[in-house]
């Protein structure tokens, strides 16, 4: 990739904390390692809520020569009251077996707090390839302050006795040799109003074998004036057994250019290292199509050594399908091309579903004979030949405003109500159920005895329960209509019947006239 800030948007975290080990690879084939610490509130569950999971895979890495045995891994959480949830899990290998027990305590205002405590035996691969036990504890603390709006997301300890291994350190022979010992962590957000937003993550931990700790403290603040976005970050880490302290200031600014291009932001970066050359990129990025969904990038970087000169192409096409993404990067010591495809399946009653990639929690919209209907918000997500779609991230405990856009709805089709909500728990596959019209549409004049049906009457299709009511002049909109279709017309304490008749002039609303006896 370019050099410059990057974003990752759709990587979601598979456990409550840990490291995600962040490997770049630059466009001249150089490669940077760094890590970023990642949480999430200890886990709370309401009374008599039971969470599960069990998965199996192979453990996979980017580091040369590390193991790849196969696993199982189960997790059970129960919420014995609103207070209290009690948790576990396991995890089995060839080479590694560990369980987890812990409880998560909420304290109302003062916050939500887990504890938990680890234990694992593990086949080491060195000169003695012998076997190791120990534990690890671990103390996990969350809190948000609204009255200042506050959030410490999360604040963590862990310990580990000499013999504890994690399944990673023992599958990458490099962290065989340097087992964790303790970590402490915070990770701290505040906003500041019409000011902006500020934050903080830090961590420090060492290992058995190794003096010293390791470092990392990331903060920065962003802000927006006048429609422009601007973003000041600083990160300082330090490595023990190494002298070299690197520290990295970063400055940015993104201007929206929709007065000459619609939906598009010019930005600028840049990166001021004390180790290393100082970079700068600008960029031109934006969305197209009439649902946002093709986004695009042009950036182009260079050092203030004059050593390096980059540039970088690449474009997201996201389809009701999948997702696809293409990128052409060049420098002076090589080019690259890359291409990508990703896409998500969920299975059902009524058959399967593609759709793009998914996230924890989502939502399987159903509108059985609207085909090709985009789902608002949702840049690309449109349902498919039999009416379904889905919905690839929603928030879990939380109301979901599923909206089409009736602006796309066929000819021939029409929907009692275009927004559903949903309140999906946290992992669930939730189903938002559209009442769909499937016929034509029309603006029927009704008539009883030489006169227009009265103001206010109701007309419904008698093999449908959706109801209409009548305008002034007797008129009504009705769809779902097929020519002969009965209606039935109430008002007081009269009721009356009429036939529909319609042209053979398919895509319009047409205007017809029934007598209603």
């Given amino acids: 990739m370019a050099p410059g800030s990057f974003e990752i948007r759709d990587l979601y975290p598979t456990s409550a904390s840990g490291d995600l080990e962040i490997v770049v690879t630059e466009a001249d084939g150089s490669v940077q390692h760094f890590v970023q610490p990642f949480s999430a509130i200890p886990v709370m569950l309401r009374e008599g809520r039971i969470k599960y999971a069990l998965s199996v895979g192979e453990y996979r890495t980017t580091k040369h020569g590390a193991l790849t045995p196969s696993f199982g891994l189960g997790t059970l959480a129960y919420g014995l009251n609103n207070n209290l949830t009690l948790y576990g899990g396991v995890l089995g290998a060839s080479n590694y077996a560990s369980g987890v027990f812990g409880t998560g305590l909420s304290f109302g205002d003062i916050g939500s707090l887990s504890a938990d405590i680890t234990a694992a035996e593990s086949q080491l691969v060195d000169e003695k390839?012998?076997?190791?036990r120990g534990q690890s504890y671990r103390v996990q603390y969350s809190k948000t302050v609204a009255a200042t709006d506050t959030?410490?997301?999360?604040?963590?300890?862990?310990?580990?006795?000499?013999?504890?291994?994690?399944?990673?350190?023992?599958?990458?022979?490099?962290?065989?040799?340097?087992?964790?010992?303790?970590?402490?962590q915070l990770n701290l957000s505040q906003s500041l109003q019409s000011w902006g937003n500020f934050y903080i993550a830090a961590y420090q931990q060492d290992y058995w074998s190794k003096r010293g700790y390791e470092r990392n403290v990331s903060t920065g603040f962003n802000t927006s004036i006048s429609d422009i976005n601007y973003s000041l970050g600083y990160t300082y880490s330090e490595t023990p057994g190494k002298d070299r302290k690197d520290q990295i200031i970063a400055f940015s600014l993104q201007v929206p250019l929709s007065k000459w291009l619609s939906q598009s932001w010019a930005s600028y970066s840049v990166n001021m290292q004390k180790n290393g050359p100082?970079?700068?990129?600008?960029?031109?990025?934006?969305?197209?199509?009439?649902?946002n969904n093709l986004s695009y990038m042009v950036q182009q970087g260079y050092t203030s050594s004059g050593g390096d000169s980059r540039s970088s192409l690449s474009g997201t096409y996201k389809g009701g399908h999948g997702t696809v993404s293409a990128g052409y990067n060049q420098s002076r010591q090589n080019s690259q091309l890359n291409f990508g495809l990703q896409g998500g399946i969920i299975g059902h009653k009524h058959g399967v579903t593609f759709s793009q990639p998914l996230g924890d929690t989502v939502v399987l919209l159903e509108a059985q004979g609207a085909s090709g209907v985009r789902?608002?918000?949702?840049?690309?997500?449109?349902?498919?030949?039999?009416?379904?779609?889905?919905?690839?991230?929603?928030s879990a405990y939380q109301e979901n405003r599923i909206a089409l856009d009736t602006g796309s709805l066929g000819a021939d089709v029409d929907v009692a109500e275009s927004v559903v909500?949903?309140?999906?728990?946290?992992?669930?596959?939730?189903r938002a159920t559209f009442n769909t019209l499937t016929g034509r549409r029309a603006l029927v004049t009704l008539m009883y005895q030489n006169s227009p049906v009265p103001f206010g009457a109701t007309a419904k299709l008698n093999e449908s329960d959706a109801m209409s009511i009548v305008g002034s002049d007797g008129e009504v909109y009705m769809s779902g209509l097929n020519d002969g279709d009965g209606i039935t017309v109430q008002w007081g304490a009269k009721t009356c019947r009429a036939k529909i008749t319609l042209n053979a002039l398919p895509g319009k609303i047409q205007r017809t006239t029934a007598v209603c006896r």
Avoid: C, I, M, W
């Avoid at 300890?157 to 970590?183: D, H, I, L």
């Avoid at 100082?278 to 649902?291: F, I, K, R």
């Avoid at 909500?421 to 939730?430: D, F, H, K, M, Q």
């Fill in 129 to 132: 390839n012998r076997r190791s």
């Fill in 151 to 184: 959030t410490v997301t999360l604040a963590s300890y862990r310990y580990s006795t000499e013999g504890f291994y994690t399944f990673q350190e023992v599958n990458e022979f490099s962290s065989q040799r340097y087992n964790k010992r303790s970590r402490l």
């Fill in 278 to 291: 100082e970079t700068h990129q600008v960029g031109l990025s934006g969305t197209a199509l009439d649902d």
């Fill in 375 to 394: 789902v608002r918000n949702n840049p690309g997500v449109k349902t498919d030949s039999r009416g379904y779609a889905v919905v690839p991230y929603a």
């Fill in 421 to 430: 909500n949903v309140v999906p728990t946290r992992g669930a596959v939730v």
